[in-house]
């Protein structure tokens, strides 16, 4: 079949894009001409899939946005496809591969006077044009949270959704040995002492990751230890949060986005995401497989995991920035417990089924496309 795959722009190291390119792959080795309509593209283009940018114009997000459609619309038109996958919330597509929270949901607590917005209205209309259409697409979702959330705001039929299992690497587990070892060699390039406490976040868009959360955190504890780090990885404005980090009295260091943060994750002692929302939270499982204790909020979609494994801990909501103050200061304060959590971590990855989101997307595609 030829299989279009529509995202408003790809990147490394976004999360919505890794699942995007992912799928695109598995599809594609399933034997099916893929292509993705993008507006833009950063990065390498694998030679399995055909990539067709359409450019950005408009000043706006929301006008680009509805330039993209109309430019999308016609290339459809055009090539004929069997059927088009969008991982934005994209009118006319015959799946949708729901990454993204649903936005009726995350922004259900916003004052009245935030909905009157431009943006609040444009996003919410563009969804409800999505579910609330004759054309409603069959929906992928990565947890049953977002089936409820799509069906308490837009009644879809919970025929509609399909769940998948998450889609993390697989990775050997290292043995004690090896793993202290690959702590130690990144240490030493980072100047970063063994003795120390690295608190490490992963995530592209710092905001609604809750990087200023994780400051707070940071900064109410920064006498807990003598020698107490912090690292970020992942892309995002940084210039805001360094003013912040500056006060936090420890060392906080920004990495940007990096395609070896496999070294991170074994070098540092927890893993601090506490996000304002996330349909999923690809990290918290990542940090799993490593063997690394996650701190984060209920409001990831794959916390659940953190609490089954008893690997971490996880902030209910309505959130506290002091139960994370207390809980933080918990992790940096419990070598013993981080040490069982490292154990739990482990058994955990090798027990359950993280890795095989994008192969079983591939073969739903090719199911919904085939019996249509």
């Known amino acids: 079949m030829k299989i279009a795959f529509a995202l408003y722009d790809y990147y490394p190291f976004g999360g919505l894009q890794e699942d995007c390119l992912a799928t695109a792959l598995a599809t594609a080795e399933r034997g099916h001409e893929v292509t993705v309509i993008t507006r833009t593209w950063k990065g390498a283009k694998p030679d399995e899939i055909t990539i067709c940018l359409l450019g950005k114009q ?14 999308l619309a016609a290339v459809k038109a055009t090539h004929k496809f069997d059927g088009m996958i969008a991982f934005n919330r994209i009118p006319m597509a015959d799946i949708y591969f729901a990454a993204d929270p ?6 259900k607590f916003w004052p009245w006077w935030r909905k009157l917005g431009k943006r609040y209205r444009y996003y919410a209309a563009l969804e409800s044009s999505v579910f609330s259409g004759n054309h409603t697409p069959q929906t992928l979702v990565l947890t049953d949270r977002e089936t409820d959330a799509f069906h308490q705001h837009y009644g879809t039929p919970n025929e509609q959704f399909h769940l998948l299992t998450p889609g993390v690497k697989q990775i050997s587990q290292l043995s004690e040995e090896e793993s202290l070892q690959k702590r130690e060699v990144l240490r030493r390039e980072l100047g970063t002492t063994p003795a120390a406490t690295v608190a490490l976040f992963v995530g592209s868009g710092f905001r609604i990751k809750g990087l200023d959360r994780a400051l707070q955190a940071l900064r109410a504890n920064h006498s807990e230890v003598e020698d107490l780090e912090f690292w970020v990885i992942g892309n995002g404005k940084q210039a805001p949060y360094q003013s912040l980090a500056k006060k936090t ?3 906080v260091r920004f990495f940007g986005g990096r395609d070896d943060v496999d070294r991170f994750y ?8 506490p996000a304002y929302s996330e349909s999923a ?4 499982l990542e940090a799993l497989t490593h063997g690394l204790p996650v701190l984060t909020t209920d409001t990831c979609g794959y916390a659940p995991h953190i609490s089954r494994a008893v690997a971490g801990a996880v902030i209910e909501s309505p959130f506290s920035q002091h139960t994370l103050n207390q809980t933080v200061k918990n992790f940096i304060q419990s070598p013993e417990q981080r040490r069982t959590m490292r154990q739990n971590a482990l058994a955990y990855a090798a027990a359950e089924d993280l890795y095989s989101c994008h192969t079983k997307a591939a073969e739903l595609i090719e199911s919904i496309l085939a019996s249509r």
Not at 281 to 284: C, E, P, R, T
């Open 58 to 71: 408009g000043w706006s997000n929301t006008s680009r946005n509805d330039h993209y459609f109309r430019d």
């Open 102 to 107: 649903c936005f009726r949901e995350r922004t």
């Open 249 to 251: 009295a420890i060392s």
């Open 266 to 273: 074994n070098a540092a002692d927890f893993l601090l995401h």
């Open 281 to 284: 939270g690809k990290v918290l």
